[in-house]
């Protein structure tokens, strides 16, 4: 490598905002701006603590259907903590507190006419970490639908086969269904554990650093795979990777110390910010 | 500047392989001295006894004649104990480490109630022999028949089932759990279908591990008076029995030099019967035991 092209890396790395911009997913409608349909989740003025440490401070968000939102920002800044809010998984801490309204299509989660069991079948999950059950590929898919009462063979079948393919697993796995999901690489693990999400057809899939934990080339395969779910879910993606951001969403929130600091279309956030904070983020000044 | 005098470094070498050689020595010897007491127990009790383990040994009822004295009863008895204690002991220990690790709130009692359960594991036998003559023999007007026993000896394995079961349960990963929950499963689907099955190794390690104990248990059973001679066996819980452990007891104070030859074929049954048991428990961990 010569030094003019050192040089030219290093001007890359102060200017990262406008070098992502180059890559950014693009409006697909001719005037540019991304339309939104019917917001899925509305947080209103949402406050959470663990004990005494209010970890979202008046958090105010809107995510629309069929839309991929990524939340971005410093690790503790509370990325997990609201996605995990939005499925109410967050509540099995127990010195967890709320306050203020997360609406999923107009109805309060936290109203207790809805249980937490229903918004989780329409609120999938996927973690950090690969997280099968130590059973068989076949029995981890069918899982969420065994749980919700259904047992006939031939429909479990098809719910493993379609939710497997859906993943992008199906032709890497087909011939070993029967064997643990232990046997698989990480990568092949996580598109398990998004097949698992998928089986119960849920409407919205919250990913939480679905990628962080996989090489390189696993994270692009999951990354092709968040655009084409896309097409039939909303998703809530969260990163601290800014280029995958940028690279799959529609619309950005930064996260900063517990508030949103800013959201709005990714493309947006990544070339023009509006905040200095989020331009010193997203050009890779802290974080 | 060199802060680290080469010399000295290869001077002391010497010295501490030394050492290292001693302390080895000296940890070898600790083990060796187990060992050899062990093996030496073992091999004089099964010298002693091994002439004696007859077909008529295993099918005769006690005798005060050592010559016509056998182990049927106390072996049919133990098996009698061990039909009350095993089903009475799991449910309620299993229960027990279950709601403590799953759905117990997170507060001072839970906590409180953790650690006692610890500390009854390390409550002597006979204390529990008493509790039992107490309240299952005079209380509950049970007599010294194998359903106060084997109540009394369920209660003295409670606590080391429970702890081993928590254990057991702790060992699956939460976010398996939270895999679980994530997708709709209700607490009682995520602790039947994953927590259970992905514990039921270690569980059942602890409860095989416990029943021996119970088993070799001589001290409750002395306290409850369980008699050391009887020519029936029992037909229902309520009856009166025998016990292995009682019967080697029995015969160990026994004045005629024969009966401690009977002492000795009677513990090499036991012995099998533990080693049996052991090597199933240890079979189920290695065969089982689940990695994530
Ligand atoms: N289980 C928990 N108990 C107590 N505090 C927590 C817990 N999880 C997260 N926090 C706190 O909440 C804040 C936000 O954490 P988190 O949501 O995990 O951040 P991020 O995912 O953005 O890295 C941090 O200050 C963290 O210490
Ligand atoms: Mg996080």
Not at chain 1, 116 to 143: C, H, W
Not at chain 2, 13 to 22: A, F, M, Q
Not at chain 2, 40 to 59: A, E, K, P, R, S
């Amino acid at each position: 490598m010569t030094d003019s092209q050192l040089k030219e890396d290093k001007n890359m790395g102060t200017e990262m905002g406008t070098e992502i911009g180059t890559e950014v997913k693009q409006a697909d409608n001719a005037s540019g701006i991304i339309e939104s349909g019917q917001p899925v989740f509305q947080a209103k003025d949402f406050n959470l603590w663990y004990a005494d440490n209010h970890a979202l401070q008046n958090i105010n968000l809107t995510f629309s259907e069929n839309e991929i939102s990524a939340i971005i920002g410093p690790s503790g800044c509370g990325k997990s903590t609201f996605i995990k809010a939005l499925n109410r998984m967050v509540e099995l801490v127990p010195i967890v507190r709320t306050e203020g309204h997360i609406l999923y299509r107009g109805d309060n989660i936290f109203d207790k006419k809805m249980t937490v069991e229903e918004l989780r079948t329409k609120v999938g999950m996927v973690f950090q970490n690969p997280n099968p059950f130590p059973k068989s590929i076949y029995d981890n898919v069918a899982y969420g639908a065994r749980v919700h009462g259904i047992k006939k063979k031939k429909i479990l079948d098809q719910i493993v086969e379609k939710s497997l393919r859906g993943a992008a697993i199906w032709d890497e796995v087909k011939d070993r269904l029967n064997q643990n999901a232990y046997g698989l690489s990480g990568g092949q693990q996580q598109r398990v554990c998004i097949a698992r999400a998928l089986a119960i057809e849920p409407d919205v899939i919250l990913m939480d650093e679905p990628t962080s934990a996989l090489d390189p080339i696993s994270t692009t395969k999951i990354e092709d795979l968040i655009q084409q779910l896309s097409k039939d879910y909303s998703i809530v993606v969260v990163t601290h990777n800014m280029q995958q951001a940028a690279r799959v969403s529609d619309k950005t929130a930064f996260f900063y110390q517990g508030y949103v600091v800013e959201h709005d279309d990714t493309s947006a956030i990544f070339e023009n910010p509006k905040d200095k904070r989020t331009e010193d983020y997203v050009s890779g000044r802290f974080g | 500047m060199q802060l680290v005098d080469k010399d000295q470094v290869s001077k002391s070498l010497g010295g501490r392989l030394i050492r290292n050689n001693i302390m080895k020595f000296l940890f070898l010897l600790c083990t060796l001295v187990g060992l050899v007491v062990l093996v030496t127990l073992i091999v004089d009790t099964v010298l002693d006894g091994w002439n004696y383990l007859t077909w008529d040994f295993l099918t005769s009822f006690s005798s005060s004649r050592p010559e016509n004295a056998g182990v049927y009863g106390a072996i049919i008895g133990s098996i009698w104990l061990m039909a009350v204690t095993a089903p009475v002991s799991i449910i309620l220990s299993v229960g027990t480490a279950m709601y403590l690790e799953e759905y117990a709130p997170e507060n001072r009692l839970t906590d409180f109630i953790k650690i006692n359960i610890s500390n009854l594991a390390g409550v002597p036998s006979v204390v529990f022999g008493l509790l039992g003559l107490t309240i299952f023999v005079r209380q509950l007007a049970l007599g010294n028949s194998v359903l106060a026993a084997g109540l009394t000896l369920s209660l003295m394995i409670l606590p080391v089932i429970v702890v081993s079961s928590q254990e057991a349960i702790r060992s699956v990963p939460s976010t398996v759990r939270e895999a679980s929950v994530g997708m709709g499963a209700t607490k009682w689907q995520t602790v039947s279908r994953i927590i259970l099955p992905a514990a039921i190794p270690g569980i059942i390690t602890g409860i095989i591990l416990a029943l021996s104990r119970a088993i070799g248990e001589t001290a409750p059973l002395v306290v409850l008076g369980v008699p050391v001679s009887l020519l029936v066996t029992p037909n229902s819980a309520l009856d009166t029995f025998q016990a292995l452990p009682m019967q080697i007891y029995n015969w160990v104070k026994m004045p005629q030099e024969e009966f401690q030859y009977l002492t000795a074929a009677g513990i090499i049954i036991l012995l099998i019967i533990l080693f049996l048991m052991n090597s199933v428990a240890i079979y189920i961990r290695n065969k089982f035991s689940k990695r994530y």
